[in-house]
């Protein structure tokens, strides 16, 4: 079973910039959706970001677009966010998420339930 495991998040000041990682043990990511996802407390999981690693295509929430970008190793072992100009309201648990039935949908960042394997998350945290 797939096991996701995320790392780099951390406290910036606003504008500032952090690049999360996201890595599948055991295995690579081959044709799958890979997405970001982040949960502020007190709010509903919001999706960020997602990539399907088998053509590179590329979906981003409104909020993030212009400052959010996501990308993938060529080994297509580790998918990134990379996230500029950081804003407090991007302060979260930021979570990454696979479905390893195919490339991503448009609306996959509109419904976590499509993906079946979860990390554990990691806090980012913006100050002002």
Same mark, same amino acid.
């Given at each position: 079973q797939a096991q996701l495991v995320e790392s780099g998040g951390g406290s910036v000041q606003a504008g500032g910039s952090l690049?999360?990682?996201?890595?599948?043990?055991?295995?690579?990511?081959?044709?799958? #959706?890979?997405?970001? $996802? *982040?949960?502020?407390?007190?709010?509903e999981r919001e999706g960020v970001a997602a990539t399907s690693t088998g053509d590179g295509s590329t979906y981003f929430a409104d909020s993030v677009k212009g400052r959010f970008t996501?990308?993938?190793?060529?080994a297509k072992i580790t998918v990134y966010l990379q996230m500029n100009s950081l804003k407090p309201e991007d302060t979260a648990k930021y979570y #990454?998420?696979?479905? $390893? *039935?195919?490339?991503?949908?448009?609306?996959?960042l509109n419904s976590p339930a499509e993906f079946d394997y979860w990390g554990q998350g990691t806090q980012v945290t913006v100050s002002s």
């Open positions: 690049r999360l990682s996201c890595s599948a043990s055991r295995f690579t990511f081959g044709s799958a #959706c890979i997405g970001w $996802f *982040r949960q502020a407390p007190g709010k996501i990308s993938q190793d060529n #990454c998420a696979a479905d $390893f *039935r195919g490339r991503c949908l448009s609306w996959y």
